[in-house]
């Protein structure tokens, strides 16, 4: 069974600062997923990650993905509150499997 | 505008009691997908249906039973053989046709016990 682990579990961080959050998985993939859940609310697309060196980039948040290394990052540049949210990865195979979930909050 | 719509948002459930949660996409996916979240944690596979009149479990399907007689809906029973239902659980879809593309997910149900 494939396994999904994000790193860390919880984030806190200031306003302004840079961080990454980890997702690794332990079967081969090219493809990986990220997504954000904010408290009592669905889950939102931010990125497909399609290949191997994939980067892709929306505001202050960019994704990565090695498949080589099964690792893909979310860096957070110069981070605001409004980034405060849960963030997953997931990984496609026979279903979708979903790393732990990273909970971000931004301290002003 | 196209999305997955879950209802109730919110329900209760008394003891011994069988609950049905609903699922509805017009999207036109091919495939529909029940989760149950707890509190603080990842997101666990129920069941999953690629296909109409088809559908497999997933890692935790004990206590809970699917239906899937049509492409737009995908309801979700939990049976009183699940002993702890509270959760929050989504509905999520994908066309298996562009398999690149993300599951898209409905606004949730909430469930709880009386």
């Known amino acids: 069974e494939l396994k999904v682990e994000q790193n860390p579990l919880f984030l806190s961080m200031q306003e302004g600062k840079n961080y990454t959050i980890y997702c690794n998985y332990s079967t081969t993939s090219d493809r990986l997923y990220w997504y954000r859940q904010d408290p009592g609310k669905s889950l939102e697309s931010l990125f497909v990650?399609?290949?191997?060196?994939a980067v892709k980039q929306e505001g202050r948040l960019m994704a990565s993905l090695d498949t080589k290394a099964r690792l893909s990052t979310l860096h957070i540049t110069a981070a605001v509150h409004d980034l405060s949210a849960t963030y997953f990865c997931a990984v496609p195979g026979n279903q979708f499997y979903f790393g732990t979930g990273t909970s971000l909050t931004v301290i002003p | 505008d196209g999305g997955i719509t879950q209802s109730p948002k919110y329900l209760f459930r008394k003891e011994g009691q069988n609950v049905t949660l609903s699922c509805e996409q017009n999207l036109n996916h091919d495939a529909m997908y029940w989760y149950r979240q707890d509190p603080g944690q990842g997101l666990r596979l129920i069941y999953y249906s690629q296909i109409v009149n088809d559908f497999q479990k997933g890692d935790i399907a004990e206590g809970y039973s699917v239906s899937r007689e049509k492409k737009e809906s995908f309801p979700l029973t939990v049976t009183s053989a699940q002993k702890n239902p509270t959760a929050f659980y989504l509905c999520?879809?994908?066309?298996?046709?562009?398999?690149?593309?993300?599951?898209?997910f409905g606004d949730g149900t909430r469930l709880s016990i009386l």
């Open positions: 999520a879809s994908k066309p298996t046709d562009r398999h690149n593309q993300p599951q898209h």
């Open positions: 990650l399609l290949s191997n060196g």
